[in-house]
């Protein structure tokens, strides 16, 4: 089988096929096409034939080496200490799945089922660092393949003595499980390793595994590893991460929550690090002529998109890159796939999420392609959705013209409702679209300041004190707040909610400066958002970025 690439796309739909043949032992013929990558970090870049291999199996897993230092503490007090996988399970993914940015060479292991082998790292020996006992220590492992069930891994050490429990509960595409480890659990991890047992759960997952031959690598901090901190969390370490891989995460509302947020730093400090970070991002996603991804259900994409949820990043594009073909194809999609007129004649029922991923993107590209067209389905979006979606006040994620439907004032809801509507008006530099929305601008700014709590955040329902806090949605919201009052649509007391939220979120912040205390993706439906259950998520910190580039703006 023969594949040909630029730096930026792969010529046939070989990925695609490996979700339904499993050909690793296949010879591949890798050869470069005569073209140029649009994107300089674009997809594939400098591509070797090892790297165009599948997923390797457990046996030359061995071979892997950890990518992170093993050595002391950092000068941040913060080191990730990389360990090399030892074996797991010979296991295919599903049909249709892809583990993420495969193309890239990027490598992954299975920890299987009840029932199949464990899988295993491989310690250190007398290369482990030593760990003072004050150290803050967690085990983590990335996800390679979107979840969508509830999976619990036991980990022990190597003489089966109980380390902890990964608790998955419908985990996303590169999301970052971790575990608290003791001191002396995590120098007998590093020493001697740890075992994978699948206790409960319907199926393998997927974790990344150390990747030596891949380009780009990815992230210390997205492979096995130990976290062993000094320190605790800070928005200097906030920072490092926004640099990273690390905030890589399923292709649309996940992916665009981040590249908005580096970008809207870049651009508000005039940072040129940042803008490479942006370009870096974006070119993990979009290649010299149109976009390749796995989507935030691992299935692989390449150039349409998937759905009303996905269009997000072509905002990001838009404002960096406005010429790129696939600002084109992003356009079609909005502009043919996703009026919501047809909806609410017939009914129907539209989530909030579109006033962020489809009004907000169809904004920002109507601004690029000079449409009117575009411009007034932007504001459809916004006016179908305040019908929808709003009844006696209260925003409902999914709603219809005859009543309210589920998730009742969802923390992330209000946030891209929110979030959609101020971000849409900023794109389109409408003054008269602008005056028509005040008043909602307003009346929902209220309703979040009635409902902040003494932290800074919000509950996961608004209106609910039982609630738990939620920091992704509470960062969207505060954003928000922050980007009115810069506009001129919101008095101080907006810019001074997002200023508590901002300090409220610095308390949920990991060593390394991960963002927890998430709500999970709803996917999992509405009993995991009224559970406890949180998590590290990077969109969050896509969000949170945006909000600390809305404050600096203001000063």
Known sequence: MTIEYVRGRWQEDWLEQACLFPFRNQALEVRPMNRSPRFPLGRLSGITRRQALVTAGASSLAAFLPRAATGALAGDGVSHVGLPLATAPELQPAAGLLTGFLGFGWKSFAIGPPGTPVSVLDGLGPAAPSISEEAECRLRLTNAIDVRDRYTIRVTTVDDLLIGTFDLRFAGLYQVQEIRLT????????????????ESGPGPVWFFAPSPDASPQP????????????????????????????????????????????????????????????????GMYFTDDGVFFESPRSHPMRNRVGGIEEPLPWATLGRRHPDHPAIGLGADFLRTRTDPRPTLDRGGSLTTEGNYTAAYPTAVLADVLKSDELAALALEHLEARKKTNVHGGDIYQRGSLTGPDRLRNWCRGVCWYYLGIVRTLQALKDRQAVAAWEPEIDRVAQLLLKHQRRDGLWGNFLHDPQSIADTSGSAGLAAALAIAHNAGWLPTEARQAAQRTRDGLTAHLTPDGLL????????????????????????????????????????
């Open 183 to 198: 001191p002396a659990q995590a120098r007998e991890v590093l020493a001697r390793g740890a075992v994978f047992t699948m």
């Open 516 to 555: 927890g205390g998430a709500a999970q993706s709803n996917k999992g439906g509405d009993s995991l958002q009224h559970s406890d259950y949180r998590v590290l998520y990077q969109m969050g910190m896509g969000l949170q970025a945006q909000l600390l580039a809305a404050l600096e703006a203001s000063s």
């Open 219 to 282: 992230d210390p901090v997205q492979l096995p590893h130990v976290l062993i901190a000094s320190s605790q969390g800070s928005l200097d370490q906030f920072e490092r991460r926004l640099h990273g891989l690390v905030m890589l995460q399923g292709f649309g509302w996940q992916s665009g929550c981040v590249s908005e947020g580096i970008l809207d730093l870049a651009q508000t400090r005039q940072c040129e690090d940042l803008l490479r970070a942006v370009d870096r991002y974006l």
